[in-house]
């Protein structure tokens, strides 16, 4: 059973950056279709980056420029970078598996789900 682990959330200020890590426990994760989405108190969970094994990636509008996410292989591990974090990124930020090797923005098209790790920006 595929398995993934988040790590790097905190509590900081607006304008601060954080590195959000998410380990794979699979060997196809060179060829998966990995994502970053977030879930704030009260609202769905929304798509904020995803990144194909072609090095493809996609952005939420609102990170464009901020946020990058990255992937290593042989580390099976996805990144997300985020600077100039601003107090409406707080979330609980989940890494994803898609279910196929489409960029997807749906949250129904993710497979594995991490546990989750939070972010908080204080203004």
């Known amino acids: 059973q595929v398995q993934l682990v988040e790590s790097g959330g905190g509590l900081v200020q607006t304008g601060d950056s954080l590195r959000l890590d998410c380990i794979a426990s699979t060997n196809t994760f060179g060829l998966s279709t990995m994502a970053w989405f977030r879930q704030a108190p009260g609202t769905e969970r929304e798509f904020v980056a995803g990144?194909?094994?072609?090095?493809?990636?996609e952005y939420k509008e609102s990170v464009k420029g901020r946020f990058t996410i990255a992937r290593d292989n042989a580390k099976k591990t996805v990144y997300l970078q985020m600077n100039d974090l601003k107090p409406e990124d707080t979330a609980v930020y989940y890494c994803a598996r898609a279910r196929g090797e489409s960029l997807y923005t749906n949250a129904r098209d993710y497979v594995t789900w991490g546990q989750g790790t939070r972010v908080t920006v204080s203004s």
């Open positions: 990144l194909r094994w072609t090095g493809f990636a």
